[in-house]
């Protein structure tokens, strides 16, 4: 939702916050097929990501007048903020008790260099579609924290404070959920030699 010719995304803010159905519904036709590829990436279940949207673009409709360009940026990345937001409220709701098990591993660094560089060699050859499928397999805990980390750009002492767990948690998971990662990938191209 760049700023495309004839876009002003300041009317369109305006006008939903004078209750505009048109406006709404630019808003979501603008937004919807990327929130729901957010969404599917901590979400598994069709209807529950059928659900955090429909909550989302409810919060995004009646707090419109919350959101200010300077300090959200553009009206995408707000509404995205709350689709995850969402998605993790889900996740809490519906999380199994070791969703996120403490784990306060010290990571080996010259592991965690291999395990990158492994990913990232067998990552690149791989369609993204076909990676994004893989990162749906994950464990919930795993997958919540790998797109938190590695998509939405979130520093460990955030995704912690977010998810109630520690630092090393975080990190340890992010960790792990690479490490399977490498492993799905490389069984993958393994199969097609």
């Known amino acids: ?5 004839g876009f002003d995304e300041k009317q369109l803010v305006r006008d939903i916050m004078q209750g505009n159905r048109v406006a709404m519904q630019e808003l979501y036709s603008r937004t919807v097929g990327a929130m729901t590829a957010v969404c599917s990436r901590y979400v598994v279940d069709p209807d529950d990501v059928k659900d955090v949207l ?20 553009s009206l995408q990345a707000w509404v995205r ?34 395990v990158d560089e492994e990913l990232s060699a067998q990552a690149k050859t ?11 397999e994950l464990p919930v805990g795993y997958r919540t924290i790998f797109n938190l980390f590695a998509i939405e750009k979130q520093p460990h ?37």
């Open 81 to 114: 903020r709350i689709v995850v937001n969402e998605s993790l409220q889900l996740l809490r709701r519906k999380k199994s008790p070791d969703a996120f098990v403490q784990i306060d591993d010290i990571i080996d660094e010259q592991d965690d260099l291999a």
């Open 54 to 73: 429909q909550e989302s673009y409810l919060k995004v409709f009646t707090g419109i007048s919350a959101f200010t360009p300077h300090n959200d940026g």
């Open 157 to 193: 002492s955030t995704i912690a404070k977010m998810l109630g767990i520690s630092e090393n948690t975080s990190a340890s998971q992010y960790h792990r959920a690479r490490i399977l990662l490498a492993k799905r990938i490389m069984e993958i191209k393994n199969k097609e030699l």
């Open 1 to 5: 939702m760049g700023n495309s010719a």
């Open 126 to 136: 791989m369609a993204i579609e076909d990676l994004m499928a893989l990162v749906q």
